[in-house]
């Protein structure tokens, strides 16, 4: 006991909401509760009617030391099993096991049962241990629907190979419960390490095309949201370098800064770091144009009008997008009209995993400010993120980007 309290650490004292779902695995489920409440954490457990079948609610109400919670409400006494204050109270909802009809229904936001709603409601870390049959799990529909989920930041801890259920072997069998009390205690760890070993470059703030040595073309990006960004990564445990325009930013902890000035040398050290690396995230506003030449001394006012010419810049995503290869890149898009177009084509042309698309249209979004309310683009669809802080933006950014790295 003395092992397991030391083991589980970062559990003592959190909530923890334990989803069961119809599948023969749910036996192990009792095993992962008992672990959770001798690490100190306060349990409640949500099954699926069907889980019922599977494990009784007597078994998981003396081992959680809470009553179970099945349907919406409770028929004795009207009583409401309020999903979004569930999703509320916990610090982790942990489905396990995850059955293939409740991963399908998780990613299309089907909310026919108390454990569905409340995932659709929760806004604490979600993982998911699913436990199916080999051909299941292997089918086209099953793995469309975790990377869905992945997408989205839904952590998946992976089944194991073996004996399963059916007399069959092969991949499917629910991860033990000491692996997903470990993955959730890694989790909730302050540090929450889960980038660990992961490389990614973070570009951040305005780039600056001189005129003269007095002056220049530039935008209004202030670097917070990129820092904001690259501070989460390498507080997940990522090696972070950050490449940054001129800003007077503190450098988040844990992250290696390069300064640049212009959308050349942003390429130049961008492009020259992302060989080693596992994939990129590009904030900055790069100048699309920079002046054709640079007059070495101040030029001086003459009585008509003056014209500079200029050059196109370098296009550093684009280039990076060229020669990705299975590395992460996401970009932004900062649009002012017909955003969603603007920000799709984006997303093909640079070749990116996913893009934040920000509009100028939207109040407290955009630069300069601590807020931003973005749209996630992908392949699959958009998810709208209401107003939120920059810090607030960089998780849920960073919770995509974990779900694609760590898959
Ligand atoms: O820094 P803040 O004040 O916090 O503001 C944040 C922000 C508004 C700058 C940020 O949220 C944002 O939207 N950054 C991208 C702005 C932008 O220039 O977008 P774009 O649509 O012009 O470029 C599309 C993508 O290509 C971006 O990922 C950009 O970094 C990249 N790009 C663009 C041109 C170029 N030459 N090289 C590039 O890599």
């Not at 989205?152 to 190979?161: A, D, K, S």
Request: with cysteine; glycine share 8%; aromatic share 6%.
């Amino acid at each position: 006991m003395a092992s397991e309290k030391a083991a589980y650490a970062a559990l003592a004292g959190r909530h923890i909401l334990l989803g069961i779902t119809g599948s023969i695995a749910a036996y192990k489920a009792a095993m992962l509760c008992r672990l959770w409440r001798t690490a100190g954490a306060e349990v409640q457990v949500v099954m699926t009617p069907l889980a019922k079948q599977f494990i009784t609610p007597l078994t998981m109400a003396t081992l959680s030391k809470n009553p179970i919670l099945v349907e919406f409400f409770n028929p004795e006494n009207g009583a409401w099993n309020s999903h979004v204050s569930l999703g509320e109270w916990a610090d982790c909802y942990v489905i396990a096991p995850a059955t293939a009809n409740t991963l399908a229904k998780m990613a299309t936001g089907v909310a026919d049962n108390l454990l569905l709603t409340t995932y659709l409601s929760a806004r604490c870390p979600v993982v998911v241990a699913p436990a199916m049959d080999l051909d299941m799990y292997a089918h086209e529909a099953t793995q469309q629907n975790l990377h869905t989920l992945a997408r989205r930041g839904v952590r998946i801890v992976e089944p194991g190979t073996g004996e399963l259920a059916s007399g069959l072997s092969g991949k499917g069998r629910m991860a033990e419960p000491e692996e997903i009390a470990a993955f959730v205690n890694e989790l909730l760890d302050g540090g929450r390490k889960t980038l660990a070993g992961k490389r990614l470059i973070v570009t951040a703030g305005a780039t600056i095309e001189a005129i003269d040595p007095v002056r220049f073309i530039s935008n209004h990006s202030s670097g917070k949201m990129g820092y904001a960004i690259a501070g989460e990564l390498a507080a997940r445990g990522a090696e972070v370098t950050l490449i940054s325009g001129r800003t007077a930013l503190p450098v988040p902890p844990g992250v290696k800064r390069v300064d640049v000035l212009s959308a050349d040398e942003m390429y130049e050290a961008t492009v020259g770091a992302f060989d080693t690396a596992d994939g990129a995230v590009m904030c900055a506003a790069v100048a699309d144009y920079t002046p054709e030449n640079v007059s070495q001394t101040k030029i001086k006012k003459g009585d008509g009008e003056m014209y500079i010419r200029l050059r196109r810049t370098r296009d550093i995503a684009a280039e990076l997008g060229a020669r990705k290869g299975n590395r992460l890149l996401v970009g932004f898009a900062l649009e002012t009209d017909d955003e969603e177009a603007h920000a799709q084509s984006k997303l093909e042309k640079k070749n990116f995993d996913f893009i934040v698309l920000n509009s100028l249209r939207d109040a407290g979004a955009g630069f300069r400010g601590d807020t931003n309310k973005v749209t996630l683009i992908d392949r699959a669809g958009s998810e709208e993120l209401p107003l939120m802080s920059k810090r607030e933006v960089a998780a849920r950014i960073v919770d995509r980007i974990e779900g694609l790295l760590t898959r």
